[in-house]
């Protein structure tokens, strides 16, 4: 039954007599009750219409409170306020995206000039790494109960670290290795000091695995090629095998202290898990460098690379007719032989023996080719190559840079052109080197330019500057593109196909990197990647 006015502000006033036989048929409860208020009309007693001794006034709207218990509009009022109360809730932005005023010239400088970010000069990464507040009580308080029985598992004094001269970056060991087992689950990951200082360290971590597996693999299997080797890797440090290191070492009551760590499930168990041993290693190669990584992965954690199920998958093997350097012939290198190698003092190459597992003595052949005198003048103008190096001996210097001519010839060497007769004449093994140095690199340079960010933040950074398209595009704005070589039959394809040709561009711009590592050391891939490819894209461009 509709009793509703054209006229928003008036409503049918019903006469007496109409009224009282009506109000026993309609009833409206006032009561707000979880499910609408139902309606039950009689159709015997409405089947004709009676509106004609109905008066239509018009008054104004009174309040609810006013209105009486049983009125149509009270109850409309009611509904109408339910609806709002149990309306969705407006979603409030998170309380980090909210603007706070900036702070005063005065309170930056003294956060700034009391950050421990900033009591290390001689040493910058390391001091990038430091939480950006002093530990508090809490802090204190964990370190206190289980820091002894971590540095007892990995094999350390359990002297604090903070006893040790001001030169030696091990004095800050106690607190880099607190910051590494503060995992996300744990209580003290909600302060910001320790949640940033943790993320930095899983960030740098990553990378430094990857490069000293990287090392260690190629100079232990000098015939393999790179994809056997990044099974093997997998097959070490794959999140899903984490868990069994960690618990080798008895370190898992650190991270789960109130769970047991074989009942939880995969997504529980292995982010922790991976997050803290990633952490572990970058305080590790911060405070001690790239032998002590070696020494915990192998001897603190057992992993031993011949074990079955590290094995890479069957595969068809090129056949290698090429001869590999004396010193691995006929043996396979052990971690502690890759640790405890020092270069002699009157070595061609800052890493020598990763040079010679990545280029073959055989490139000698090519000395004196066309390209050795063509193309080879331009690409060493381009990347400033030779540097100048103070060696005493001039026979040094001239066979240094004959060889790096060879590894440069073979960084531009596709694998189209000699790999089925000769499978180490191309740049996979230097490829494989140099995009793990590229990224520690890169990692590095971010940690100590952003002092606040926290790792996830760095993670997207990271990857965003080293894209594979960008990687390809930087080498392709220094014309090095057209000097890389291919075979006859694929020349016109790759020179034509961008599909075909960006890849092996990327491949080339990385293998430059590792072999800049292996002739001149880490400052050298820093001076290719931000100075000449300009990988953060800061300097001006030539109009």
């Keep these: 039954m509709d009793l509703s006015a054209s006229s928003s502000s008036s409503f049918l006033r019903v006469s007496r007599t109409c009224r009282s036989s009506l109000v026993p048929e309609l009833s409206f409860s006032s009561s707000v009750s979880q499910f609408p208020t139902g309606i039950q009309l009689n159709p015997s007693r409405f089947a004709k219409p009676r509106f004609q001794n109905l008066r239509i006034c018009a008054s104004v709207a009174a309040e609810p409170q006013d209105l009486p218990r ?7 009022k009611e509904l109408a306020q339910r609806k709002r109360a149990t309306g969705p809730k407006k979603k409030v932005p998170p309380k980090r995206f909210i603007l706070r005023p900036p702070l005063d010239d005065k309170k930056l400088a003294e956060r700034f000039l009391n950050s421990p970010q900033l009591s290390l000069k001689s040493f910058p990464l390391l001091s990038s790494c430091l939480p ?10 964990w370190i206190d109960e289980y820091l002894l029985e971590a540095k007892q598992a990995l094999g350390y004094s359990l002297e604090p670290s903070e006893g040790l001269p001001d030169d030696n970056p091990a004095k800050h060991f106690d607190t880099l290795l607190y910051l590494a087992f503060q995992h996300l689950s744990c209580d003290r990951s909600r302060a910001r000091h320790v949640k940033n200082g943790h993320s930095r360290l899983w960030f740098l971590g990553q990378y430094v695995l990857e490069l000293a597996l990287a090392e260690f693999f190629l100079q232990r299997y000098p015939r393999e090629s ?3 080797m990044r099974e093997r890797v997998f097959a070490l440090i794959g999140k899903r095998y984490l868990p069994k290191w960690i618990k080798a070492a008895s370190l898992h009551n650190l991270i789960f ?4 760590m074989d009942k939880l499930i995969r997504k529980e168990r292995e982010p ?3 997050s803290v041993f990633w952490a572990l290693f970058g305080a590790i190669y911060l405070c001690y460098g790239m032998p002590e990584v070696y020494r915990v992965l192998f001897e603190v954690f057992g992993m031993d690379p011949d074990a079955e199920d ?18 691995f012939e006929g043996k396979k290198l052990s971690w502690q032989d890759v640790a405890t190698y020092k270069p002699p003092e009157d070595a061609l190459f800052t890493q020598p023996r990763l040079f010679r597992a990545c280029v073959p003595p055989g490139m000698h052949r090519f000395r004196g080719n066309i390209w050795d005198f063509d193309s080879k003048p331009q690409v060493m103008q381009t990347l400033g190559y030779p540097l100048a190096m103070n060696d005493k001996i001039r026979e040094i ?8 001519g060879l590894g440069l010839q073979l960084c531009f060497l596709h694998p189209s052109k000699h790999k089925f007769e000769h499978p180490r004449f191309c740049y996979e093994r230097l490829e494989y080197v140099g995009q793990k140095i590229q990224d520690l690199v ?10 606040d960010a926290p790792g996830k933040w760095l993670q997207e950074k990271h990857r965003r500057l080293l894209m594979n398209k960008y990687c390809g595009r930087y080498l392709r704005d220094k014309r090095l593109h057209n000097f890389i070589i291919y075979s006859e039959e694929v020349q016109d394809r790759y020179e034509h196909n961008r599909r075909l040709r960006n890849p092996a561009t990327t491949a080339v711009q990385q293998a430059l990197h590792g072999l800049s590592y292996s002739v001149y050391g880490k400052p050298d891939v820093r001076r290719l990647m931000f100075e000449v490819f300009d990988f953060e894209q800061i300097q001006p461009k030539p109009m």
Aim: glycine share 2%; aromatic share 4%; hydrophobic share 30%.
């Design 310 to 327: 590290c094995q890479p998958r069957s595969r068809r093997q090129l056949e290698d007719v090429d001869y590999v350097s004396v010193e």
């Design 226 to 228: 790179p994809g056997p």
């Design 442 to 451: 890169m990692a590095e340079r971010l940690l100590m330019k952003h002092l």
């Design 257 to 260: 202290p109130y769970d047991d």
């Design 272 to 274: 922790p898990v991976k």
């Design 70 to 76: 049983d009125s149509p509009q009270r109850l409309l």
């Design 132 to 141: 950006p507040s002093r530990l508090n009580s809490a802090d204190k308080t």
């Design 397 to 404: 210097t001239e066979a240094r840079n004959i060889e790096l």
